[in-house]
């Protein structure tokens, strides 16, 4: 009676543990997405200069701003799921750098004071700014499936608003 006590018990144990790794894995391997953008934004930002990065960031919503008026959606595929998504993110990487050129020879100076810390928060918004764009404006939950951790801060539609502003609110604080 004690050995299959024991044992029911060691079985448990060892349901609950795979359980627990495979979702703190599954949660991780988003985040992991999150730390990925981030860490491109802040190597960016590091290396060539805060004035670019100022203006990737600014042409975020200038590309965006055209991306939605764009008249011409239709034209792009819809089937199958992955070439409707990387024509879509295609189309808005390629105005945004069109307007991180235009952005980079007209406004944005080089003479920003932005600290570490500014850089790192930076980065964050920016990296979530893409993936609430994800969530909302490309079809990415039609050929990837978020975990819900990562569901609940960019799923919901009143949260797009504060990740869509969140690096315009970052720079009016953070830049100097």
């Not at 802040?42 to 919503?61: D, H, M, N, Q, T």
């Amino acid at each position: 009676m004690i050995a299959t006590t024991t044992t029911s018990a060691i079985a448990q144990v060892n349901t609950l543990a795979t359980h627990t790794a495979l979702s703190v894995w599954s949660v991780a391997g988003d985040f992991f997405i999150v730390l990925i953008l981030l860490s491109i934004f802040f190597l960016f930002a590091w290396y060539v200069g805060r004035g670019p990065f100022v203006a990737v960031l600014l042409a975020f919503y200038c590309a965006y701003a055209v991306y939605i008026a764009f008249p011409y959606l239709s034209y792009l595929p819809s089937a199958p799921a992955l070439t409707a998504l990387l024509a879509r993110i295609g189309l808005y990487m390629g105005l945004t750098f069109v307007f991180y050129v235009i952005l980079r020879r007209v406004v944005v100076s080089d003479f920003l004071n932005i600290g570490l810390f500014g850089l790192i928060a930076l980065s964050f918004f920016a990296a979530a700014f893409l993936l609430a764009l994800a969530y909302h404006i490309f079809p990415v939950a039609s050929f990837y499936h978020f975990t819900p951790a990562i569901s609940i801060l960019f799923a919901p539609k009143n949260l797009f608003f504060w990740w869509f502003i969140a690096p315009a609110a970052g720079l009016f604080f953070l830049a100097q």
